[in-house]
Structures are given as structure tokens and as C-alpha cells.
């Protein structure tokens, strides 16, 4: 058990639609990364905060946004959802900000799937 | 930005036997090469690092190896055994970067 909480765990929903992913990372952790995973693809990065403010974007589209909360659990909202858009997205927490040059704590995913 | 490319996309091995994948990386300003393993159903959990100044690490029977002139770092198993299955990502990043690159994943299959 990593100590990263994501949920749901699975996700079904139609084209057009909205969905919200959630996060809670280690206690004690203030960074937040999201990722994507498609088929037979690698992890891709969208976006990090850190204690609340966003620190990096990677290849979010602009139909999807993100934030973290005084509390530091954080959302993922993907609007206007595609086929394409399916995916397991992760969620993974670390102490440090600048520079992930130490252990990410992976969460298990959201699988979301869009009919 | 950083592009790694990984090698290969499937791997089988006879239980027992060594497993190596592969690694290249594109920037020359990456320093830190993790390897997560993703268990079925799991997140990506970290196996082992290396950094820049170091050449070679194990840890029993994982070890990874860094080129950093040639830019590639290797993942190696030995002995493995039937809980060594998994997929297995190699990655990359810099000192100040905010992201981990990472590769496209190796599914290791070990027979046993």
C-alpha cells in the first residue's frame, strides 16, 4: 500500500460527459503529480502541484484541469470526454517539489472509459 | 523535452534465468533514472535508482547500470522467479525538472 488514495477505481461514462478524479496522497507528502495511461503507452505527465499551487504542466489538454486543496487531496476534471480520453490515470504524491529525483508514491488508478 | 525510448515491449524469460531491458534517453541534462515495477491492478511502485555519478547499483538481484556518454541505463534480474512478472518502466529526469519521463514499459513474463 502506497498510501495514495484514488477514487473511483472505475469509471464509465458516455461521450460529452464530465467526470472527477480524486486523490489523496501520503500523509505528509505536498506534491501532487496526475499521469496518464493509454494502451500500450507510457505513463504521460499532465500536471504537479505542490502545496496547493500548480508547479508544472505536461500534455494536458485544455478540456481537462486540475487543483489541490488546503487539505492537499486534489482533483482531476475532464470535460467534453472523447473515446480517446479513456485511460487509467494515476495519481502519485511526493515531499520534495522541485525535481521528482526521488520516489513518486503511485496511487492504484482510475480506470475511465468512455462509451 | 526528454524523450526515452525502452526495450523491449515484451520480455520471456524461463524462471530462473537473467531478464535485461533497455533504456535510451535524450537529454543530456537528466541525472536521475528510476525503474518502477506496475503489478496487475497496481500503481507503479520504485524497484530502484541511480544517479549520474554513480555507474552501476544493485540491490539483490536487480541492478541497474547507467552509460551516461552513450545515454542508455539498463534494467538487470537474475534469478528470476514468477513474482518478477510485471510491466517495468524505466524513467528519467533532471536536477529542477518537475516531471519524470518515462518510457513505454517492458511486460516481463517469467515462466516458470
Known amino acids: 500500500d502506497s498510501g495514495v488514495t484514488q477514487t473511483p477505481k472505475h469509471l464509465i461514462t458516455a461521450t460529452g460527459q464530465r467526470v472527477t478524479l480524486r486523490c489523496s496522497p501520503r500523509?505528509?507528502?505536498?506534491?501532487v503529480y496526475w499521469y496518464q495511461q493509454s494502451l500500450d503507452q507510457g505513463l504521460q505527465f499532465l500536471i504537479q502541484y505542490y502545496n496547493g499551487e500548480e508547479r508544472a504542466k505536461g500534455n494536458i489538454l485544455e478540456r481537462f484541469s486540475a487543483q489541490q486543496f488546503p487539505d492537499l487531496h486534489s482533483e482531476l476534471n475532464l470535460s467534453s470526454l472523447e473515446l480517446g480520453d479513456s485511460a487509467l490515470y494515476f495519481c502519485a504524491s511526493s515531499v520534495v517539489d522541485r525535481g521528482p529525483t526521488g520516489e513518486l508514491f503511485f496511487g492504484e488508478g482510475s480506470r475511465l472509459t468512455v462509451l | 523535452g526528454e524523450n526515452v525510448e525502452q526495450h523491449p515491449s515484451t520480455l520471456s524469460v524461463q524462471e530462473g534465468d537473467s531478464a535485461v531491458i533497455k533504456c535510451t534517453y535524450s537529454d543530456s541534462a537528466s541525472n536521475y533514472f528510476p525503474w518502477y515495477k506496475q503489478e496487475l491492478g497496481k500503481g507503479p511502485q520504485l524497484i530502484i535508482d541511480i544517479r549520474s555519478n554513480v555507474g552501476e547499483k544493485k540491490d539483490q538481484r536487480i541492478a541497474v547500470t547507467l552509460n551516461k556518454t552513450a545515454k542508455h541505463f539498463s534494467l538487470h534480474i537474475t534469478e528470476t522467479q514468477p513474482e518478477d512478472s510485471a510491466v517495468y518502466f524505466c524513467a528519467a529526469s533532471s536536477t529542477g525538472a518537475n516531471n519524470l519521463f518515462f518510457g513505454t514499459g517492458t511486460r516481463l513474463t517469467v515462466i516458470p
Open positions: 500523509s505528509g507528502d505536498l506534491s
